[in-house]
């Protein structure tokens, strides 16, 4: 096969290997699972059961990838976090790219039945991909602050959004216009106000994210946290991710 005269075409292929020394974060995102929720009656604001499957898909491709030492996730995203240093498959791009966001969406459907005992899947979900190079452990950290950022606006809004149609009888276009411009100390005021809901209660998966890491003694271990990643603490505790 090699040395046929069609070998030839091999060298239309581009080079797509990623810079070296810079550590490498692979983002994948659930294909319009804004339809995908709905139509698998995922409760609102939060399915938990759909939050632990994205984590169990999470935690297999941080088994299958050792060079992962850090994944974050929400909603129906993942960032995975690969060592500065890692070889994988020579970092060609694409080669990472399609084999982390493949494994995660066959993880995913394989899991399904666990999590969804009574909800057959109705149709195939997909998830899409990125990968950002970063040069040093402050655009790092500021990544993972960036999105644990996002958690938090988001879930604010969707439970404040959520609390005004489930309880306080509003249409979703209602709920809209009342929340357009409303700063976050008004939704939390409206939540305690109107709903008798203390945001500071809510579960920590639901704030913060999850948060996966690599247990750094036993390689094969992947620990899930809902923590604070945006100060210092976590990473004080574990210097090798950024390593
Ligand atoms: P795109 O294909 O552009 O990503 P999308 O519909 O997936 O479109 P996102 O911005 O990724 O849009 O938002 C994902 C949506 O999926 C959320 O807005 C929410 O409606 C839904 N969703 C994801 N996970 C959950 C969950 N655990 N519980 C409830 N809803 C969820
Ligand atoms: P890589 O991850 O590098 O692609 P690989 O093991 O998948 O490694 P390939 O060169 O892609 O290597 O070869 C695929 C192999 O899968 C074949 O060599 C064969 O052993 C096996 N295989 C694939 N399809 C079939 C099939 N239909 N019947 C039997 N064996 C198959
Ligand atoms: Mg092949
Ligand atoms: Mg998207
Ligand atoms: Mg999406
Ligand atoms: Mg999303
Ligand atoms: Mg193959």
């Known amino acids: 096969m090699a040395n046929s005269k069609y070998a030839y075409v091999r060298n239309y292929e ?7 020394g810079c550590f490498l974060v ?3 995102d659930g294909h319009s699972f804004h339809k995908f929720s709905e139509e698998h009656g995922f409760a609102k604001p939060n399915d938990k059961r759909a939050l632990e499957l994205m984590d169990r898909a999470a935690m297999d491709v941080m088994t299958e990838y050792k060079d992962i030492v850090l994944a974050f996730g929400e909603s129906d995203e993942f960032s ?3 060592r500065r240093s890692t070889d994988l498959y020579n970092r060609r791009q694409a080669k990472i790219l399609t084999a ?7 993880c995913y459907v394989f899991h399904w039945s666990k999590y969804f005992p009574d909800t057959p899947m109705r149709y195939p979900p997909s998830f899409d991909g990125r990968i950002v190079l970063y040069p040093d452990e402050r655009s790092v950290r500021d990544y ?40 976050s100390a008004a939704k939390h005021e409206m939540l305690f106000q109107q709903f008798n809901i203390n945001y500071n209660d809510i579960s920590a998966r639901y704030k ?7 247990v750094k003694k036993a390689r094969t271990m992947v ?9 210092d603490e976590f990473w004080k505790a574990r210097s090798y991710v950024l390593a």
Do not use: M
């Open 14 to 20: 581009l080079s797509d290997s990623l810079l070296p």
């Open 26 to 28: 692979c983002r994948l």
């Open 80 to 82: 995975f976090l690969l």
């Open 100 to 106: 982390l966001t493949s494994y995660f969406t066959s």
């Open 144 to 183: 993972f602050a960036w999105r644990q950022v996002d958690t938090h606006i988001n879930n604010l809004y969707n439970t404040v959004f959520w609390a005004l149609v489930q309880q306080g009888g509003k249409t979703t276009a209602e709920a809209h216009a009342t929340l357009s411009g409303t700063a």
């Open 208 to 214: 913060r994210g999850s948060v996966l890491v690599q």
């Open 223 to 231: 620990e899930v946290l809902h923590c604070d990643i945006i100060r």
